[in-house]
């Protein structure tokens, strides 16, 4: 069964930085594309960045190079590194399997950027 | 940019009614990169369709979805309580992934 468990997250101050962590089971997340999304009331849901099984990574515009995905092979975890916080970056972020529909989500961690 | 636009913004119907969701986009979409997802409070969305008019596993034969261009849309049946949730339609064709505004679905 494909799993996906969220962690990090939380309170950061703005021009903070904070890494999420999403690790995998039922599958190698090298051997497909692993996606990070977020939601919020204001904007709904946005797709934020992906990695293909090749390690190429590709980013929403609203990103501007703040964001930096990633993952480690030997723990079946993608990561989503975020820097540059700011209060618009405030959102419920959920990693998924794919780059396309998504069938499987992870259960969400919530990043708030408040000073 | 594609831009999704869903219609009505809530829906309020009674169990074993029919619901008939609405999904404009800015552009013309290839029907094979169309999705549609449920969403409960506090829980990630739900994958129900997929290609446009694919049913994901485990969904039940009363949903469906339809469409092409640049009009789309998700058909609940026979509504049941358990239906009640956020809907949201997604193009998949064209980059960034771009996801509508939600469709909230009442049951009376």
């Known amino acids: 069964e494909v799993q996906l468990v969220q962690s990090g997250g939380g309170l950061i101050q703005p021009g903070g930085s904070l890494r999420l962590s999403c690790e995998a089971s039922g599958f190698t997340v090298n051997s497909d594309y692993m996606s990070w999304l977020r939601q919020t009331p204001e904007r709904g849901l946005e797709w934020v960045s992906v990695?293909?099984?090749?390690?190429?990574?590709y980013y929403a515009e609203f990103v501007k190079g703040r964001f930096t995905i990633s993952r480690d092979n030997s723990l079946n975890t993608v990561y989503l590194q975020l820097s540059s916080l700011t209060a618009e970056d405030t959102a419920l972020y959920y990693c998924?399997?794919?780059?396309?529909?998504?069938?499987?989500w992870g259960q969400g961690t919530l990043v708030t950027v408040s000073a | 940019e594609i831009v999704l636009t869903q219609s009505p913004g809530t829906l309020s119907l009674s169990p074993g009614e029919r619901a008939t969701l609405s999904c404009r986009a800015s552009q013309s979409v290839s029907s094979s990169y169309f999705a549609w997802y449920q969403q409960k409070p506090g829980r990630a969305p739900r994958l129900l369709i997929h290609a446009t008019s694919s049913r994901a596993s485990g969904i039940p034969d009363r949903f469906s979805g339809s469409g092409s261009g640049t009009d789309f849309t998700l058909t609940i049946s026979r509504l049941e309580a358990e239906d009640s949730a956020v809907y949201y339609c997604?193009?998949?064709?064209?980059?960034?992934?771009?996801f509508g505004g939600g469709t909230r679905v009442e049951i009376k």
């Open positions: 990695i293909y099984r090749g390690g190429y990574t």
């Open positions: 997604q193009q998949y064709a064209d980059s960034p992934l771009t």
């Open positions: 998924a399997k794919g780059f396309g529909e998504f069938a499987q």
